[in-house]
């Protein structure tokens, strides 16, 4: 077998579940637990569960490979127990491994976020502000597993799954080359039934709101988990158009304080130290906060956020954004250099379990209820006549093109790669064709 790393590393392999984190240095570590993340506890996507039905055998084979490569005892992939046809997809997959295992969740959201995760499939809290090696875990997302599969078979990370889902015309799940057009995978879907709509990428709750602009720019990246199209009107869409004075002057004049938001945080009822209604209250008081920001431990919690978007859009009453303030701080102490302190854990809280918010009350609070329900069955593989491959949809330094305009490239041929001894992935030609461009983004034409 290939050294796995760099197999993954000369794959160009990123995380699929959000953030985009170069997959071969997270696993460059030992662990005692793989956890495979199939909870997809975004409402409305429904790519990994198209994968677990369709490549159940390839990830099962990438997940044993791995779970070796880390010297880990068991690999377990956390589902939920309402993913009937996912779970007996895996049971016959599975039989080859006795050191693999599923993990049944319930059907609430956020199961996939990895703290949570590594608690529900562990029973071990992770600590404040550490990754989940700090439990003696990896995590990995079921499609990164499966981009992992190609790794190891020699085949780059090229194409993507997506869902296309709420109001369009065909709800889909597509295989796409990386840098599809979002405008081609909406007309796969046969376009929106709305004509007030915004695109988000991503899922309802965690995702990307677009302006007109961004739309009509935007591709399919590495990270790209689906694209949504949304009313207007719904919450998730609302809120997002709010600029930061108007959502610091709408926290000033209506929180009240009820602690809502701290109750349901996922991550204060883990036992982190984060409550964002005393975050709330400090950016209420008339002070420049951000003068502040330095000596307040209160607001330096924020930085122990992962954004689920439960306080602001499931819990606050008073309809208000905990979760974008919590982001402004966090930008904010990038800007400064500020280290988040040492937060102490504080302990799981007891009422944690009766506290989980269930997947479908959080689709229909995001505004997304009326597309909720099991995920799109119809599948399309689209084979588009450009595509515009962005080099930086990954966390780590952008890639540098080592192809220039004019040159003609083979499918999976290198075409970008990180500076030298930065953290950062390659990037592959995911048509064959000509380069048209080859700056932040290459674009090659069939
Ligand atoms: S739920 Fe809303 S009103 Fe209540 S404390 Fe939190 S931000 Fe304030
Ligand atoms: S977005 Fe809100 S609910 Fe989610 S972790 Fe942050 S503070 Fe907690």
């Known amino acids: 077998m290939p050294d796995l790393p760099e197999a993954v590393r000369r794959a160009g392999v990123t995380g699929c579940g959000g953030a985009g984190f170069p997959t071969h240095a997270k696993y460059d570590t030992r662990a005692e637990c793989l956890i495979i993340n199939a909870a997809e506890c975004e409402p409305l996507l429904g790519t990994d569960r198209f994968l677990l039905r ?26 939920k127990e309402t993913y009937s046809a996912e779970i007996s997809a895996l049971s016959a997959a599975l039989a080859p491994y006795p050191a693999l295992k599923t993990h049944l969740l319930r059907s609430f959201y956020p199961a996939g976020d990895e703290q949570v995760l590594v608690y529900e499939v562990t029973g071990r809290a992770v600590p404040p502000g550490a990754l989940p090696g700090a439990a003696g875990c990896v995590v990995s997302n079921a499609a990164t597993l499966y981009a992992v599969w190609h790794a190891l078979e020699g085949r780059p990370f090229t194409q993507k799954y997506i869902t296309v889902n709420g109001a369009v015309k065909a709800p889909c799940i597509l295989k796409v080359p990386i840098g599809t057009s979002l405008a081609d995978c909406l007309a796969a879907a046969g376009g929106s039934t709305l004509r007030d709509c915004a695109v988000v990428s991503g899922g309802p709750m965690m995702g990307k709101v677009m302006s007109m602009a961004e739309a009509e720019n935007a591709a399919v990246t590495k990270a790209t988990s689906g694209f949504l199209v949304l009313p207007l009107q719904s919450r998730a869409v609302q809120y997002a158009v709010l600029n ?9 004049a209506a929180c009240i304080q009820c602690s809502f938001c701290t109750g349901l945080c996922p991550r204060y009822l883990l036992g982190h130290p984060l409550e964002p209604h005393r975050v709330m209250r400090k950016i209420s ?27 602001e859009l499931y819990a606050c009453p008073m309809q208000l954004q905990p979760r974008k303030i919590n982001a402004l701080i966090k930008q904010e102490m990038r800007g400064q250099n500020i280290k988040p302190p040492r937060f102490e854990p504080e302990g799981c809280r007891d009422y944690r379990e009766e506290r989980k918010v269930p997947t479908g009350r959080a689709a229909v609070r995001a505004g997304a209820g009326k597309y909720y329900g099991e995920p799109p069955a119809r599948f399309a593989e689209l084979r588009p006549g450009e595509v515009h491959i962005s080099l930086n949809s990954h966390i780590g330094a952008p890639a540098v093109p080592v192809v220039s305009v004019g040159d ?39």
Do not use: F
Request: hydrophobic share 40%; with cysteine.
């Open 285 to 311: 008081m008339g002070t420049d906060w951000r003068e502040s920001l330095s000596g307040d431990s209160v607001l330096q919690s924020a930085a122990l956020c992962c954004e689920c978007g439960i306080c």
């Open 408 to 446: 003609r490239v083979e499918l999976g041929q290198l075409i970008a790669q990180p500076p030298p001894d930065t953290l950062g992935v390659r990037y592959h030609a995911s048509i064959a064709g000509t380069v048209n461009e080859a700056g932040d983004k290459i674009t090659i034409q069939r």
């Open 54 to 79: 369709e490549k159940a055998a390839e990830i099962c084979a990438a997940a044993e490979a791995v779970r070796t490569h880390l010297g880990a005892s068991e690999a377990v992939i956390a589902l």
């Open 244 to 252: 930061e004075r108007q959502t610091i002057n709408r926290a000033r």
